[in-house]
């Protein structure tokens, strides 16, 4: 059976659809336990430098607290992609820019402790 060419098809309507690429953000909390004579030496050079350098590599900072009485620092940086959290990790320990921070962090830092963390929301 042929269409009837009297009769037009129905417009098809589609509601306006926004296909939104879902990307999970891998978020790392670094605590480190300072050399207590050079805090402010640090947090110097992490805002001066190290930052910048996170963020040229597609990095975020979420955030960063200093306790000066205890000399310690621990701040949260994540990453969305491409790639795994620890392939963006490993080259940015690789990438020109950290090795262009000076002094070295490690002058300053007496321990590291890393954890993934996930954000779970406020109530």
Known sequence: MGANPNTR???VCFDTAYVIER???AAQLRIYRLDPDRVE???TLWR???VPARKAAGFKVQGA???RDEAGFAWVVAHSGPGTFE???KAYYNSEAR???QPSPTDFI???DTVMVERVGER
């Open 41 to 43: 030496e640090f947090v």
């Open 87 to 89: 392939e963006a990790d």
């Open 65 to 67: 607290w200093v306790s």
């Open 99 to 101: 090795s262009k921070i």
């Open 48 to 50: 001066e430098q190290i």
């Open 110 to 112: 007496v321990e590291i």
């Open 9 to 11: 098809a129905a417009p």
């Open 23 to 25: 990307t999970t953000m």
